[in-house]
């Protein structure tokens, strides 16, 4: 069974940054078996995938982050950084990290920023970014 705990959001003003962690149980990524992503939710709004890191550390992400969002995962602690740089008040949201196995058929180079494709999820953190 795997796990997802998402910690270091919090409230900061527009500019500022802030670096989201998400420690993974049961599942190894050097084992190359998982692609992960970060999805938010905005009150109202639907989610948004706003990046995802293949197997192989491919990575990839929306126009309304690159630039400003940097996903690394660290294979010595399994743990999933989203460093948010450059905030803005739009991009105040519960943030989720989502882990999803690949199938036999699925490139390691692969990832995905859709929701609808990931089983496992975090409790998700709150950030929030005034102006």
């Known amino acids: 069974q795997v796990y997802l705990a998402e910690s270091g959001g919090g409230s900061v003003q527009a500019g500022g940054s802030l670096r989201l962690a998400c420690r993974a149980s049961?599942?190894?990524?050097?084992?190359?078996?998982?692609?992960m992503a970060w999805v938010r939710q905005a009150p109202g709004k639907e989610r948004e995938g706003i990046s995802c890191?293949?197997?192989?550390?491919?990575?990839n992400y929306a126009d309304s982050v690159q630039g400003r969002f940097t996903i690394h995962q660290d294979n010595a602690d399994d743990t999933l950084y989203l460093q948010l740089d450059r905030l803005k008040p739009e991009d105040t949201a519960m943030y989720y990290c989502?882990?999803?196995?690949?199938?036999?058929?699925?490139?390691?180079?692969?990832?995905?920023?859709?929701?609808?494709?990931?089983?496992?999820w975090g409790q998700g953190t709150q950030v929030t970014v005034s102006s």
């Open positions: 049961g599942l190894t990524y050097r084992d190359r078996e998982y692609y």
């Open positions: 890191i293949a197997a192989d550390g491919t990575t």
């Open positions: 989502a882990a999803q196995r690949r199938s036999p058929v699925t490139s390691v180079w692969f990832c995905s920023r859709a929701s609808s494709r990931f089983q496992t």
